[in-house]
């Protein structure tokens, strides 16, 4: 089976743009989370979907928001991009939300 | 956000030698421990979990300890071969949920 698949693999954009990643989840996975991870740092949780509802959300501005498709692929969306946006963007599917399983992020650039 | 503390930040073993890394966490009620490996430019990958019912888990070379009272666990590398070469990550979730990373460690295994 293919494992988790995110598009594009980099972006750079300007202060103020908009931006969209996309994901899909392994193939029979419900859930989807994404994560921020800045260089040299763990992971932080941004949102959580399940069967195309919202499960949780970290702690980040409403400029972040996500949502889930029919078929489970899921889209995060960031507004007004700002310098600290900077970082690898990851997608991770799951079954029921434990045993999650990344994708190879993508690498944003915020110029 | 970060409620899991992690060390040590790097680590340096010989070859055939035990790696060791620390967690301890905050919030009682997470319920789910994963332990994720990851390579430069890669997503993280999933190497071992645990949930709070058993204090071992053990799978190839890679074993889990789990404290509960003192609210710690721990990832051990027997026999660790350059190939480990990696940055763990430590994290915990809650209802199968926004999962939350340590800072990670930076492993080197020298030949």
């Known amino acids: 089976d293919a494992g988790v698949t995110q598009s594009p693999t980099h972006l750079i954009k300007t202060r103020g743009q908009h931006v969209t990643l996309r994901c899909s989840p392994i193939s029979g996975h419900k859930s989807v989370s994404w994560y921020q991870q800045v260089l040299g740092q763990g992971p932080q949780f941004i949102f959580q979907y399940y069967e195309k509802e919202e499960r949780g959300r970290g702690n980040f501005p409403d400029r972040f928001s996500a949502r889930q498709f029919p078929n489970y692929s899921s889209e995060l969306n960031v507004n007004a991009l700002l310098l600290g946006d900077s970082a690898l963007y990851l997608c991770a599917s799951s079954r029921d939300g434990d045993t999650q399983y990344f994708g190879p992020g993508t690498r944003l650039t915020v110029l | 956000q970060q409620q899991v503390k992690q060390s040590p930040q790097s680590l340096i073993v010989q070859k055939g030698g035990i790696s060791i890394i620390n967690c301890a966490y905050e919030?009682?009620?997470?319920?789910?421990f994963p332990w994720y490996q990851q390579f430069p430019g890669k997503g993280p990958a999933l190497l071992i979990a645990?949930?709070?019912?058993?204090s071992e888990k053990k799978e190839g070379r890679f074993t889990i300890s789990f404290n509960k009272s003192a609210k710690q666990f721990s990832l051990h590398i027997m026999d660790s071969q350059p190939g480990d070469s990696a940055t763990y990550f430590c994290a915990a979730s809650k209802n199968n949920n926004d999962m939350r990373f340590g800072a990670g460690t930076r492993l080197t295994v020298k030949p």
């Open positions: 645990i949930r709070p019912d058993v």
């Open positions: 919030n009682t009620a997470f319920d789910y």
